[in-house]
């Protein structure tokens, strides 16, 4: 019996050494491909260093039938479509209603009045959120206009974009976990949320009332007019310099003169943008005109 229970002992520690050698290198192969793949589509590697991203991507692997990483950066080197479904696969989708509170109490107060005040009555204020997750953004950017603009007589047409589709169509169902508003007052939970065995949803009417659209800013052209866009903890925080640059150079494309672009708390544009935008109070930028742009 003892030596029935020695052999067991053996083979369940030889089984875990194992398991814990082929996930050890299984982990190292998947951090060298990182570190090669991702600065080629103008992406920080080091961002993406986490489980739930290796496991997309693993997933990934098996639809494609491919058996290891090397392989699917051979692959990825030869299809410029997987490469565009590569840079959706690694979207982090961390976001919450009024995250960073403070801004959306300067937006009331200061930003949407200043843009406002800019606009004939009868022109819509036209608002961008630029990789928007599962939507707690614009859902709160729509949720602070109907407090307090709605009765001003005044339109603002919302866009919502993200490049993952599955972020998109949770958006579209407006259910979310108490978590996702532990920043946002209590009083705007319960007057705008109806709480279905702890899934707080909103009216239905309100994915109506935004646009929602998948869209890339690795790939895809910017939406033109915009008078404020938003793009919080994405460009500025996982993206490269140059790439970091290029789509700087696009969001003031995408802005008409004197609109707002705003950033996540730590995010901040990169040196050299000083021609293209204005800090006027972090982490807000105003666009500065074209003239400006030249020198």
Not at 241 to 270: C, M, N, W, Y
């Amino acid at each position: 019996m003892q030596e029935q229970i020695l052999i067991y002992y053996w083979l369940v520690t030889a089984y875990d050494t194992l398991e814990h050698n082929e996930l050890k290198d299984l982990s190292m192969e998947y951090k060298e491909f990182l570190k090669t793949t991702l600065p080629q589509l103008g992406l920080r590697w080091r961002r993406f260093n986490r489980k739930s991203i290796r496991k997309r991507i693993i997933g990934r692997l098996q639809e494609l039938n491919l058996h290891s990483l090397s392989e699917y950066h051979s692959y990825l080197l030869d299809d410029a479509e997987e490469r565009r479904q590569l840079t959706s696969l690694l979207t982090v989708t961390i976001s919450r209603f009024w995250r960073n509170a403070s801004l959306f109490e300067a937006l009331k107060e200061v930003w949407l009045p200043t843009l406002l005040g800019r606009l004939p009555a009868a022109e819509p204020l036209r608002i961008w959120s630029a990789g928007c997750a599962s939507g707690e953004e614009p859902y709160s950017l729509l949720i602070l206009w109907q407090e307090s603009f709605s009765g001003a007589g005044r339109e603002m047409r919302l866009l919502a974009s993200d490049s993952d589709k599955r972020c998109l169509e949770r958006a579209l169902q407006g259910g979310y976990p108490a978590s996702s508003f532990r920043e946002m007052p209590l009083r705007l939970r319960q007057k705008y949320c109806a709480n279905e065995r702890g899934i707080f949803r909103l009216p239905s009417d309100f994915p109506k009332r935004i646009d929602w659209v998948e869209h890339n800013l690795i790939w895809d052209p910017p939406f033109p007019k915009n008078h404020l866009i938003f793009c919080r903890n994405l460009v500025y925080t996982y993206f490269t310099v140059p790439l970091q640059e290029k789509i700087t150079r696009s969001f003031h494309q995408a802005l008409v003169p004197g609109g707002l672009l705003v950033l996540g708390r730590k995010d901040r544009l990169p040196a050299g943008s000083e021609r293209l935008f204005q800090l006027r109070e972090h982490p807000v930028y105003e666009r500065l005109s074209d003239a400006n742009k030249e020198n």
